[in-house]
């Protein structure tokens, strides 16, 4: 029998969803953090989707939004030129970091004691968050906004990607580009994979991976529309991926072919990501909402039932609803 996709929605948000981020998996489950044109950034439970709350302080879009690992901590890039620092428990924020033009993207070190940022003045700027009265360490060379920028290989090395149609790593130390993708348009969306260090990269309609350390690619997979966000299963037997059609795909990893796809959104899709443990993953949107969904339709996770009620199934039937117990989960 088929499964059928039920995805759990994440109302609250009034503008459309840029960005996400899942935490690691803590003691107290798994944390989901999103960002918003809003301007109110919002904390949910990773494997539910509950709201916990919401970051109040930005005066402009929210275009960027992280969490660390253990989730004590939250960072956001906004419109209003800068980029603040919050207490991921409290809800309190700790730090304000004023920039020179728009930031779009935040990323902490594994320790949680450096930032990472970047945005519309092409600056890439690195915060140490134990001496915050102290200026950032600047790194120049890209020539338009940024829009992505990432740590990586254990935090020695940084990932940036700009509307200069480039992708450039860089050392952390020396602030020199060690490698540089060229593209023939701006890149969309940049996702690093530490286990086993690769890096998804969309632009067009096309899904790359690359190894992350080298630069050398690993494959391409071509989606049926312009493709804004993608995301790799952590076991890398799946990708995710939507984009303008409003639609999530899943892909083989290894055959590259096409598993499925769900329309539930009512608008395009601008970010996906997978949760930590595998199972389910997030999409946020054009319409205002997150919706998350299960890698394996038809499992009992977190407010999915599978159920077989009698009434659901007829003698012609070849379908079982897996049904969400709260299929909205409001702010």
Not at 64 to 73: D, F, I, V
Not at 121 to 149: F, M, V, W
Not at 219 to 232: C, E, F, G, N, R
């Amino acid at each position: 029998m088929a499964m059928r996709q039920t995805p759990l929605t994440c109302s609250g948000h009034t503008r459309p969803v840029v960005d996400l981020a899942f935490s690691g998996i803590t003691p107290y489950g798994y944390f989901l953090i999103s960002a918003c044109k809003d301007g109110k950034p919002m904390l949910r439970q990773g494997d539910t989707g509950d709201w916990i709350g919401t970051f109040l302080g930005h005066k402009g879009a929210v275009w960027g939004a992280t969490l660390n690992n253990e989730a004590t901590k939250a960072a956001t890039a906004a419109a209003d030129f800068t980029a603040k620092v919050w207490d991921a428990v409290t809800g309190d924020e700790v730090l304000t970091l004023a920039h020179k033009h728009i930031v779009k993207s935040v990323n902490f070190t594994q320790d949680s004691s450096c930032l990472l940022t970047g945005g519309n003045d092409k600056i890439i700027r690195i915060y140490d968050l134990n001496k915050p009265e102290e200026e950032p360490q600047e790194i120049t060379g890209h020539t338009s906004a940024i829009k992505k920028a990432l740590w990586c290989n254990n935090d020695t090395q940084i990932l940036s990607a700009a509307d200069d149609k480039t992708v450039l790593l860089w050392d952390r130390n020396s602030t020199e580009v060690v490698k540089q993708l060229s593209f023939d348009m701006s890149v969309s969306s940049m996702e690093y994979i530490p286990d086993g260090e690769v890096l998804v990269i969309t632009y067009g309609k096309t899904i790359a991976f690359y190894n992350a350390l080298s630069l050398d690619m690993i494959k391409t997979v071509d989606a049926p529309a312009s493709i804004h966000s993608a995301s790799l299963h952590p076991d890398k037997d799946f990708f995710v991926a939507g984009g303008d059609d409003f639609k999530l795909y899943k892909f083989d990893y290894g055959t590259k072919e096409e598993l499925e796809s769900y329309k539930g959104h009512f608008g395009p899709v601008h970010c996906v990501r997978f949760s930590p443990d595998g199972e389910l993953y997030a999409s946020g949107s054009e319409d205002g909402t997150l919706r998350l969904w299960q890698t394996a339709v038809g499992k009992t996770y977190g407010l999915w039932k599978c159920v077989l009620p009698e009434e659901l199934v007829s003698e012609n039937s070849d379908t079982i609803y897996c049904t969400p117990a709260a299929p909205e989960i409001k702010a």
